[in-house]
């Protein structure tokens, strides 16, 4: 087992008239290299079950592991979990609060106590990773980039201590067409290239479903499904019941087929319905 | 999320006491104080005590949260006791260490003090622990509304402490965020030297500050857009009514203080 939970539970102020059980019963596995994603309503849960894998939150019962081991509460250990599993919150910009993009990136590996000469490659790497220039980029504020710079700083800021599993909450929140389909190419280009495990919650499908081995359904804290994305875009009814619904392409060849046209729906990217139209519109003309 | 923090000490229920007008209960634990004071019998004190216990009960709040309200007058309270206990002289000698004595008299003295201190602080909590912050906040400016004739804004204090109260809890979740943000990328605001720690909160107060600004400018334009203007008149989505209930307890409490001033019961 490389990264997942056995039976997480997890409590909001347990013991007030306010408790929240945000996690049932939560249990999930994932191997190396893995694309990952976590669906679900709002307030299903997504959030805190991210937020465990790091060890930012304390399992009420049940365990979180990384390679095999149950995480514990000794600090040094979490510090080196956190190195290893990178955690990017919602909208991470807001999180900024240096004076250049270079203090920002370089947050993390000063906090893990790197030389200040290996910081500085550490950032550089992790700016050429997301695509952004390494020359006058980092001495620039923050705040004077463009919504999907900021996104890539963020990114950036949390790369840098070269994580082995890259966990995004909603990453594409508030960008733009461009800003998002530059993001999942950027992950994708970190899964597929540099070997990096993906984990990412969303509500939206259509970039992400493409690249996506693995499937978890969160609805109300319990995992009510989880498997291979083909097995969990099948149940179409089920997520439409859950408010979740499929990606956009998905949904044009369901209506394809229900117009009795001999097409495959599980397709899950706009390249993937092209080749299945054409090959339908090669079958006509024949 | 938002329902995970506690704001103030409000604990919600459907009791007689949940359910009282905020203006009415504020006047009445405004009685009840003036009563715990010009009581001068045990009896009577003992009674209010046991009224207080009464509707303790009935709030279904659980006792603890009076208990926790205990504890910042814990220190008051055996000072009280010990300067009673051993410096009033009079009545019976009960124990004599040397030539320190404790005597009846302040015995009696000392645990009329105390009870008059809990009960008067299981009232205030009867208070609060019933009476949201904002019904509080608007309870409050109802009574200071006769300083707008000297020229307070006392609608617009209101505002200000109805929205102070109502960002309260965002604030938090939003440093909260920011915390476990900032932990994720190896922050840590727990050890190291004083200064160390002030200096690892500016990842913290730096994006709080930039967010709060943020959302009081939001905030200002949607209240414009919504003509608010510093000045009108306003009324309330919710207007309190005050129920022949809430007279009936106030009247009763009038009554009580008069007689107890008068009869010096």
Redesign the interface.
Known sequence: MFIGTEKLTHI??PG???A?QALKEVTFELSRGEFALVIGPSGSGKSTLI?HL?G?LRPSSGKVFFEGRAIGSD?AEL?AL??RV??V?QM?E????SETVYDEIA??PR??GFEENIVQTMVEEALDEVGLDTTVLPKRHPFQLSSGQKRLVALA??LS?KPEVFILDEPTAGLDPSGRSNLYGLLKRLNRENGLTVLICTHHLDEAAALTDTVLVLQGGRLVLKGPAEKIFSHREQLYQLGLGLPAVTEIMYGLSEQGMKVRTNIYSLEGARQEINKLKGRCEK | ?S????LGQY??GQSLVHHLNPRMKLLSLLLVLALLFSLQSYAGLVVLFFIALILITTTRVPFRYFLRGLRPILYIALFALIIYFFFTSGGVVLLRVGFITVESEGVREGTFIILRLVTLVFYSLLLTLTTTPLSLTYGLSYFLKPLRYIGMPTEEVAMIMAIALRFIPTLMEESQ??M?????????FE?GSIFRRAKSL??????LF??AFRRADELALAMEARGYRIGARRTRMYEDSIAPRDWLILAVLLVLLITSVYLGF
């Open positions: 909001y102020m007030t008239p306010f929240n937020q790091n930012l600090k510090l956190r190195k990178g955690l919150f991470p807001e999180q900024f609060f947050f993390a906090n893990l800021s949390v201590s | 999320m329902r995970s923090i506690t604990f919600p965020r920011l476990r943000a900032q932990v994720s990328r190896g922050a840590d050890s500016v990842p913290l107060i730096v994006p930039v967010g």
